[in-house]
Nanobody, 124 residues
Framework: QVQLVESGGRLVQAGGSLRLNCVAS????????MGWFRQAPGKERELVSA????????KYADSVKGRFTTSRDNARNAIYLQMNTLKPEDTAVYYC?????????????????WGQGTQVTVSS
């Protein structure tokens, strides 16, 4: 089992930038793909981005393409989400997730471990 801890969420003005961090601990010697999901009040959890074990393959939601970038540092057991040109509709709790396979998936049900979430609020 992998334990995940997110950080970096805060209040930011529209047009601003944030970087979310997620550090993994536990069974990190296994290859695992990771993803960032978000959930806004009254809405379902949705995929923001996903990255495979090697970091070579990524996937983004259409709503964040060109604004968000995900990366990982396997030496530090960490992944990151760089968010630029933030919009009020990006306001949500952001979750880091890991799956017990090296390839990415956009389905939340395919992820095995979840962090506690970090709040991102974008003011207009």
């Amino acid at each position: 089992q992998v334990q995940l801890v997110e950080s970096g969420g805060r209040l930011v003005q529209a047009g601003g930038s944030l970087r979310l961090n997620c550090v993994a601990s536990g069974r990190t010697n296994s290859r695992f793909a990771m993803g960032w999901f978000r959930q806004a009040p009254g809405k379902e959890r949705e995929l923001v981005s996903a990255i495979d074990w090697s970091g070579a393959y990524t996937k983004y939601a259409d709503s964040v393409k060109g604004r968000f970038t995900t990366s990982r540092d396997n030496a530090r057991n960490a992944i990151y989400l760089q968010m630029n040109t933030l919009k009020p509709e990006d306001t949500a709790v952001y979750y880091c997730a890991a799956r017990n396979f090296g390839t990415i998936s956009d389905a939340s049900g395919n992820y095995d471990s979840w962090g506690q979430g970090t709040q991102v609020t974008v003011s207009s």
